[in-house]
């Protein structure tokens, strides 16, 4: 008895399969393991992705904690250092640095205080050793003390005649630093002058001068002019003939003026005076100069009364 194929009609004989239902079964396996296979690697691909995702989050979130103590840790010793290299500098120049100014400037004060003693005591034998082994800066320390000296005595001369202007009712106010400031500067400029007209004069003589030495021996010929304006600046306050000393302190001053710049150059005794007297001299013209120069600063002086 012929068997027909369910699928396709065709006659089979007995025992029989039909092509058609192998092949439909194979084409139907195929695609139900292609599916699956598709859909388990699918579902392994968003597996892997989502794991990659979860993973890139992680690492982000590390890198940026990371980074964010690192930053925490970076800029946490900055700040300690530089707090701490703030509380150095300020200890440095509130402690060490200013000891030290305050200690050298003691010294040098102490050290120029026991070089004015010993003046006093042997003012030839100071003056004959300075002239040959000069050290400018101590001429230029005691010609600002003595500019220093003269502008202080000009204040207090001011202040007392202002006071007894004031009583008459004529007084203004006056400008007292500003006063203060140019006195010095006039009165420095002034001491300045005396080794540069010795300067000048050296040459007229033929002679040959150390500028640096003329600045050593006019500051040091300075000592007693400037003990003699403290003595009478004091002393005007009780006797104001005082003054006078200032004119013998002068005199002391050209006399030993004259010996440094003999021990400073070789030549005879009678050209030395000669070039010290020039000297003088041509510091008169030029200081009437200057102030003729500075006259109108010297008049506003003067205006406030």
């Known amino acids: 008895m012929s068997n027909y194929c369910s699928n396709c009609r065709r006659a089979l004989k007995e025992g029989e399969n039909c092509i058609c239902n192998e092949s439909a079964v194979k084409e139907g396996t195929g695609i139900i393991l292609e599916k699956a296979s598709a859909e388990v690697t699918e579902k392994n691909t968003q597996n892997q992705m989502e794991q990659k995702i979860v993973l890139a ?59 004015s003693i010993n003046f006093i005591k042997n003012p030839l034998a100071t003056i004959k050793y300075n ?26 001369f001011v202040a007392k005649l202002s006071r007894g202007i004031s009583i008459l009712g004529f007084g203004k106010k006056i400008p007292y630093f500003s006063m203060f400031l140019k006195s010095l500067i006039i009165y420095f400029a002034s001491f300045i002058l005396l080794p540069v007209s010795l300067f000048i004069t050296s040459k007229i003589f033929k002679l040959n001068s150390n500028f640096k030495a003329l600045i050593t021996i006019v500051g040091i010929s300075s000592i007693p002019i400037t003990i003699a304006a403290i003595i ?69 002086f003067m205006s406030i009364f």
Not at 68 to 89: L, Y
Not at 247 to 275: C, M, P, Q, R
């Open 57 to 115: 989050k992680t690492e982000n979130q590390n890198l940026q904690e990371n980074q964010m103590n690192t930053e925490e840790n970076i800029a946490k010793p900055s700040n300690e250092n530089n707090n701490t290299e703030g509380v150095k500098q300020e200890e440095f120049f509130s402690s060490e640095k200013a000891k030290e100014v305050i200690g050298n400037t003691s010294n040098y004060l102490k050290k120029m205080l026991d070089f």
């Open 232 to 300: 009478s600046g004091i002393g005007s306050l009780v006797f104001s003939g005082i003054a006078v000393l200032l004119f013998g302190a002068s005199i002391f001053s050209i006399i030993l003026t004259y010996i440094g710049l003999y021990e400073t150059v070789s030549g005879d005794e009678e050209k030395i005076v000669y070039w010290t007297a020039t000297g003088f001299t041509l510091f008169l013209v030029l200081l009437i100069v200057v102030l003729d120069v500075a006259e109108y600063n010297l008049l506003s």
């Open 131 to 156: 002239a040959v082994n000069h050290d400018f800066k101590k001429g230029l320390f005691f010609g600002g003390l003595q500019s220093l000296v003269f502008s202080i005595i000009i204040l207090i």
